[in-house]
């Protein structure tokens, strides 16, 4: 995204929008029903695709009105080529206070994850494990950007995510509220299978962070649990969302797997 439109997503006025793209991140927003939506741009040679006309259908019921548009017209509007022939003005994304994600068992902290694609893959993992709640800091890490809905095939849409304060203060709110914080850090003490493999009583609070820049000083200072993920490859270190996935996926408890809120299934973005 470039600096221009970097600034209109960080004011986030209430009468500000941008454009989501991608058959799934426009169905998902449309099915979360948390923003305003304008007008819908549909390539015209793709309109008769099955799954295009599942998306016209929630068009139709969400009021949306459309227009049929070329390749051209699309980048235009998206300002990438991966928009699978849709795109849709939204809203800006319905951030919620971090105070509000409090009381829920698991929390996700991204830290110094600087890569929109990686982040958009960790909140599809926070989403399908479960994880619906994520604070990201106000710095180091990107807004939910277009982009980002894109890389996490629109399950950001169904998270509730607050961005109000920086990273070593979201960590303080969660100590606070009696969250046990685990760190996950390739030169961690501590063994993650076995952390995992432990009973872990009361919430859980996860921070991960990012491949140029792991997770900060204070925080892995401060947290409960400081863990590696073990590897028997050669290569030096797993992708971070790969490595947040897993984590999240073994952390996630009882509670964790199958939520209630009703994707569409897709695997493609």
Known sequence: MNANAAATHARGGPDSMEVLYGINPVLEALLAGRRRFGRALLET???SAPRMKRLVSAFARAGVPIETADRGRLFQ???TKEHQGVALEAGPYPYVPAEQLLGRPRLLLPDNIEDPQNLGAILRS????????????DKGVPFVYPSVVKASAGAAE?????????ANACLRLLLEHKYTVIAIDEDGREDFDALAAGRLAGPVALVVGGEHRSVGQFI???AHHVAAIRQRGRIGSLNASVAAGIAMHALAGPEGHGNDQGGT???DG
């Open 265 to 267: 299934g897709g695997h």
């Open 77 to 79: 509007a998206c300002k």
């Open 158 to 166: 169904h998270l509730c995510i607050s961005r109000d304060r920086a």
């Open 126 to 137: 926070a989403e399908v494990f479960g994880w619906t709640g994520v604070m990201l800091p």
């Open 220 to 222: 892995l200072n401060s």
């Open 45 to 47: 040679s793709a309109a």
